[in-house]
């Protein structure tokens, strides 16, 4: 069975999405995961976009040891060096190499003819070639792109040493019949072809990323790009996770496999939703809370009968495990370890220790434990700010005929733990006001929200927030069975990010690429 190369930009292409912003932490938490689910290839990141960037991709590339990491680099020498400095240390480098081709890029962005866009990126895989041995090469906006010079540029980056040639539908304009037919066309048209693997990019502006990405396996495509959770510019891109599962499921029909080991997609998607704060809708393909619910009496009859009846893929599948043990506040040390085992979790004694205080800490505030609870318990860890700050106690008292008042205590490093508190026109507000007085930060509150991490009166709420200073965000989150303490976590979470940011040079602003 033909084998597709599963080419992973959650780190670059993913981390664009509008709010998301990770740390070096955080990119080499999520690329060991990537390397743990199989991926062949990842994108960390564009080196030349800030010192930072470099650093965290240079990170990456130390970490990664079971796939190629990937630096993105525009047709500029400089961009190249970049790149080269982040890779040093990888044991599998690659450098990826774009240029606009479609008319419209030409003429409004590039000011380019077709020649000088062919001069140009030549010039740059041939500088390029003389430190990279692995180049893929982008035709930014292929899917605009006049056929016949799309052949053309094909040709001209296999004369100069690209290794693969990506195809990206960087707008998300195109339907499947179209994008097949690109590769089709390439594949019938482009001299040498066969020395390269053609890759396909697709963005989900018209949600038809999977479907494209899957038209061009039909139509003889070696490699696929996408996101986990399909996160990425605008409405993303194509779902990693959702082109797996259809060539694993109807190999019948696209005689075609990955190499990814299905079974950590779940705990992939809820590690890339946790670090980006980018929730997974509950009816999202394969990893949506409700993949795998079934609530009308119909299917539930059918279910009991026979699972295929309205389940064409098992739960076990991509690493789920139905569970009959439920936990709560009477629950031992020893139950508890055996759910982290068959939650895929194996920690050391101490962090077990830790781990099933903050149980207890949950169990004592609710009825049951979920699994769901368990993750996000676990989780939060992953996500860790510097401790600049750290949130003590909260006291709240509201009324609807009077004035919401908080007092916040909080530790901070070095000086000690402080109190203050403050009134606001309702209670998060004179959280957050209490906090402000405390910290003498100023700051805006660009975006506030909770979402309910398992189910019941009693479930643990998690808040996300995204501060604004000087330009800088910052996100932040808490976790608590109380949304007002949740809010002050996230609060303080937010706040010792963007302290740290101010006080790490290499912030870098993001750039919409392909």
């Known amino acids: 069975m033909r084998k597709i190369y599963i080419f992973d930009t959650t780190l670059r292409d993913g981390e664009q999405s509008p709010g998301v912003n990770l740390n070096t932490k955080e990119k080499v938490e999520i690329a060991l995961q990537l390397e743990k689910l199989g991926v062949d290839r990842m994108e960390a990141g564009f080196p030349a976009a800030s010192p930072g960037d470099l650093a965290a991709v240079n990170a990456v590339a130390r970490a990664v040891k079971n ?51 062919l001069e140009t990126a030549e010039r740059a895989i041939r500088y390029a070639k003389q430190y990279f041995s692995k180049i893929e090469f982008s035709p930014e906006d292929a899917g605009r792109t006049e056929l016949d010079f799309l052949v053309q540029v094909t040709e001209m980056a296999i004369r100069a040493g690209a290794t693969v040639v990506n195809i990206p539908d960087t707008v998300g304009y195109l339907n499947p019949l179209e994008f097949g037919n690109i590769f089709k066309t390439l594949k019938e048209n482009v001299t040498g072809i066969e020395k390269i693997q053609l890759s396909a990019h697709c963005h989900d502006d018209l949600g038809m990323a999977t479907a494209n990405a899957l038209a061009a396996v039909l139509n003889g495509a070696d490699q696929i790009e996408g996101t986990i959770n399909g996160i990425g510019e605008r409405a993303g891109n194509t779902a990693i996770e959702e082109v797996a599962l259809a060539l694993a499921t109807r190999a019948d029909y696209f005689g075609a496999t990955t190499s990814l080991n299905l079974k950590e997609i779940a705990k992939t998607s809820r590690l890339v939703s946790k670090l980006t704060g980018m929730p997974v809708p509950g009816n999202k393909a394969i990893v949506g809370a409700n993949a795998f619910a079934h609530e009308s009496g119909i299917h539930q009859d059918g279910m009991l009968k026979e699972k295929t009846t309205y389940e064409i893929i098992s739960p076990e599948t991509i690493g789920l495990k139905e569970s009959k043990l439920v936990l709560g506040k009477h629950s031992g040390r020893h139950a508890f370890r055996e759910k982290l085992i068959d939650l895929g979790y194996e920690l050391e004694d101490e962090a077990v220790n830790v781990a099933f205080a903050k149980f207890k800490d949950v169990a004592d505030r609710k009825k049951d434990v979920t699994d769901e609870d368990i993750h996000a318990m676990l989780e939060e ?5 510097p401790s600049i700050y750290s949130f003590q106690t909260i006291e709240v008292h509201y009324g609807n005929q009077s004035v919401p008042t908080a007092t916040i205590r909080i530790e901070k490093t070095n000086e000690g733990v402080k109190e203050a508190t403050a009134e606001g026109n309702g209670s998060v507000d004179a959280i957050y006001n209490a906090i402000d007085k405390l910290t003498g930060e100023e700051v805006e509150l660009e975006d506030y929200s909770i979402k309910s991490v398992s189910h019941g009166k009693d479930a643990l709420g998690e808040v996300h927030v995204v501060l604004l200073q000087n330009e800088v965000t910052a996100q932040g989150r808490g ?36």
Do not use: W
């Open 67 to 117: 796939a190629s990491v990937i630096g993105l680099s525009r047709s500029r020498e400089q961009d190249i060096d970049a790149a080269r400095e982040a890779l040093k240390d990888a044991q599998d480098p690659c450098l990826h190499l774009f240029l606009a081709t479609s008319p419209i890029h030409r003429k409004h962005k590039l000011r380019m003819e077709k020649d000088q866009v």
């Open 381 to 385: 860890k992953l996500a860790e700010s």
């Open 479 to 514: 976790l608590s069975t109380d949304i007002l303490e949740a809010s002050a976590r996230a609060y303080v979470d937010a706040l010792n990010r963007l302290i740290d940011k101010r006080q790490s040079p290499g912030r870098r602003d993001k750039m919409s690429l392909i």
